[in-house]
Nanobody, 125 residues
Framework: QVQQVESGGGLVQAGGSLRLSCVVS????????VGWFRQAPGKERDFVAA????????KYADSVKGRFTISRDNAKNTVYLQMNSLKREDTAVYYC??????????????????WGQGTQVTVSS
C-alpha cells in the first residue's frame, strides 16, 4: 500500500505562483510513477502532469505547458508541482496519484492506483 499527502495549496492572485508537494509513504521500495490531476466543481478530474520514477520522462496537459513544472526528489519520497503564471481557470482541487511503474507515465486517472486527499488551489483575479 502506498499513501500520498498533498500540501502547498492556497489562495493566490492571478499571475502568482504556488508549489505543491506530494509526500509518498508506505511501500516506498516500489518504484512508482506519479501524476497530478485536478478537479474543479462540477467537472471531471483532469490530467495536469506526470513524471516517471527516474524523473527522465514528464508529460503535461496542453493547458499548463510552459507554466507548470513537475519534479521529484526520491531521497525525500516527494514529488513537486511548481505552478507559475496561475490563471483563474487553474482553480481546482489538486490530487497526487501514484502507480507502480518505472518508465510509463500515463495520463488517464483510471490507470493510477493510489490517490491523495487533495489540496485546494484558488486563483483570484
Amino acid at each position: 500500500q502506498v499513501q500520498q499527502v498533498e500540501s502547498g495549496g492556497g489562495l493566490v492572485q492571478a499571475g502568482g505562483s504556488l508549489r505543491l508537494s506530494c509526500v509518498v509513504s508506505g511501500r516506498t521500495s516500489t518504484r512508482y510513477g506519479v501524476g497530478w490531476f485536478r478537479q474543479a466543481p462540477g467537472k471531471e478530474r483532469d490530467f495536469v502532469a506526470a513524471i516517471s520514477w527516474s524523473g527522465s520522462t514528464t508529460k503535461y496537459a496542453d493547458s499548463v505547458k510552459g507554466r507548470f513544472t513537475i519534479s521529484r526528489d526520491n531521497a525525500k519520497n516527494t514529488v513537486y508541482l511548481q505552478m507559475n503564471s496561475l490563471k483563474r481557470e487553474d482553480t481546482a482541487v489538486y490530487y497526487c496519484a501514484a502507480r507502480p511503474s518505472i518508465a510509463v507515465v500515463p495520463t488517464a486517472p483510471g490507470t493510477y492506483d493510489y490517490w491523495g486527499q487533495g489540496t485546494q488551489v484558488t486563483v483570484s483575479s
